[in-house]
């Protein structure tokens, strides 16, 4: 996979050579612990895995050479390499994707079977250049540039007015300039790709979508708020949907509680007890507006069976942190 997306050998091994140092400092550990670990044993063990890992060095270069030896040498090769050099910041020159850097641009992720269904009345009625990387039969990277900036408005009009629907999710980053600014749109169209998987209509552009977008990119934030809120909310009877949903309400309502029985059809009551459960099983007080459940309870839709459904489609091109490699 290294080479075929042309990373460099020497990163390659030196990943190998840190989770090597990780598994050996483990198995030193446990033999400690054993009462036959005397300085003798330990020494043999150490060379055997020097040794084993010398092996997986030389397996690893063969592997690596070989695959570079025989990987086809097209154009299409060739830009598809480009472009991650680029978007890695490895490369700063773009002469070969005949496309201008230097001027606006806005990222695009299309997962569709025929992206130019998409990208063909957008190109001819906001009159851009386009730059496209197609991953495999479902997933389009593309940047729209212009002398000009281009609006994700401009984008949204154009597929609004599609004849029919011919794509399962489209992401939307901001306009930039320059190389820096053709990296970040497509980072932040990366960013939001998993909510256009989830939504109805499959569009979602970052502007809308960016503090969930942005928080998706951070696992730290996402473990946290599964632990804090989700998981416990999920101990209800019914998995926590009514509970969810009545939180919901309440957001929808800025804080009104009346507000959101009369949205839910129950009594006031009703809500306030709700409320009252979801305090006890997180084990804590809390805001109905807080930042932290309103985000815990929007990343908690992306995990409904819509959102999964339509996840699947993008296979493994889609890493979070926007470099589009991996799930």
Not at 118 to 143: A, H, K
Not at 260 to 276: D, E, F, N, P
């Amino acid at each position: 996979m290294a080479a075929r997306r042309g990373l460099d050998l020497t990163l390659l091994l030196r990943c190998y050579a840190a989770g090597a140092s990780v598994v050996d400092d483990f198995v030193m550990q446990e033999a400690c612990r054993t009462p036959e670990a005397s300085v003798p044993v330990l020494q043999r063990l150490r060379q055997r895995q020097s040794s084993a890992f010398e092996r997986l060095l030389w397996i690893v270069h063969e592997e690596f050479s070989r695959e570079s030896a025989v990987m086809p040498r097209t154009a299409r090769a060739r830009k598809a390499a480009q472009i991650h050099r680029l978007l890695r910041g490895d490369d700063h020159d773009a002469s070969g994707l005949e496309y201008d850097v230097s001027g606006f641009h806005l990222g695009l992720i299309i997962v569709s079977p025929d992206p130019t269904e998409v990208l063909t009345p957008i190109t001819s009625t906001i009159g851009v250049r386009c730059l496209t990387l197609t991953l495999d039969d479902t997933v389009t990277w593309s940047w729209l540039g212009s002398r000009h900036p281009v609006t994700a408005t401009a984008v949204e009009g154009c597929v609004e007015r599609l004849q029919s629907k011919t794509f399962a999710a489209l992401a939307i980053g901001e306009a930039g300039r320059g190389l820096t600014g053709w990296r970040n749109t497509h980072r932040q169209a990366a960013a939001v790709l998993p909510i256009a998987l989830h939504l109805p209509l499959g569009i979602a552009r970052y502007s809308d979508h960016l503090v969930l977008g942005s928080a998706l990119q951070d696992d730290l934030l996402v473990g946290s708020l599964r632990k804090i809120f989700l998981d416990p909310l999920s101990q209800g009877r019914d998995g926590g949907r009514t509970l969810k949903e009545t939180l919901r309400a309440v957001i929808t309502s800025d804080g009104n509680v009346s507000s959101a029985a009369s949205m839910l059809g129950v009594k006031r009551h009703t809500v306030t007890q709700r409320m009252r459960n979801a305090e006890d099983m997180i084990g804590r007080a809390f805001r109905p507006m807080s930042p932290g459940l309103q985000l815990a309870l929007l990343l908690d839709q992306l995990d409904e069976p819509t959102g999964t459904a339509r996840s699947t489609q993008v296979g493994s091109n889609c890493d979070r942190r926007g470099n589009t490699e991996k799930t």
